[in-house]
């Protein structure tokens, strides 16, 4: 049972254009989270989703954001436009249920480079 | 919000030494995970106790929750080398709702 596949592991974007993550969970796992971490901080929970349903967007920002996680394929975290800022590692987790005393499992991230 | 804060920042121990960890959290809980991160890599889950536990062992690993204080703690025993890493706490009623501390930087020293 493979882990948490993210990828790519490494992204670079330049100013403006758009980046898409990836996130394959683990099998039998319908529950993804998101996560962003800057440089030298704790892990920032983005977006909470379950097979084609956004439940807690909360902590992703309104505007050039989006999280998808389809029927079938991997879950998307797009950025649109994106600017030096938005250059950090983003994380994404699996959980076989809401995560009630449960853990998560987490892939190995995406770096995101905006230049 | 609920958040995990992680005292100190950053420790420096010899190899052979034990290492502690402390965690604050603001409310209430259902449980509190402790995850590993090795530099540039994904988080590991080391531990998870919940609300009405005390005490957690898993190997040289050994996790205290007082939910009075709104405090945790992670010993690791006899530390190795391998043991570098920042580890990181994280509270939530849900996976969803998790929050994390910036973590303490381990350094053990061979």
């Known amino acids: 049972n493979a882990g948490v596949m993210q990828n790519p592991r490494h992204l670079v974007r330049r100013r403006g254009q758009e980046a898409r993550l990836r996130c394959s969970p683990m099998k039998g796992h319908s529950h993804v989270y998101w996560y962003r971490q800057l440089p030298e901080e704790g892990l920032k929970f983005m977006v909470y989703l379950q097979k084609e349903n956004i439940i807690d967007e909360s902590g992703m920002p309104k505007e050039r954001f989006s999280a998808e996680f389809p029927k079938e394929g991997p879950s998307i975290l797009r950025i649109q436009q994106v600017v030096r800022g938005d250059s950090a590692a983003y994380f994404c987790a699996s959980s076989p249920s809401d995560g009630t005393n449960t853990e998560a499992f987490f892939g190995q991230g995406t770096r995101l480079t905006v230049v | 919000s609920q958040q995990g804060e992680e005292d100190p920042q950053a420790l420096s121990i010899q190899e052979g030494e034990n290492a502690t960890m402390n965690c604050s959290y603001k409310t209430s809980i259902n449980n509190l995970q402790w995850y590993r991160q090795n530099s540039g890599r994904g988080l590991v889950h080391l531990i998870l106790i919940r609300s009405n536990e005390r005490e957690k062992h898993s190997g040289r690993l050994r996790v205290t929750l007082d939910t009075s204080k709104k405090s945790s703690s992670l010993l690791i025993t006899a530390s190795r080398a391998a043991d570098t890493a920042s580890y990181f706490c994280?509270?939530?009623?849900?996976?969803?709702?998790?929050?994390f501390g910036a973590g303490t930087r381990l350094t053990v020293k061979p």
């Open positions: 994280a509270t939530g009623l849900h996976n969803n709702d998790m929050r």
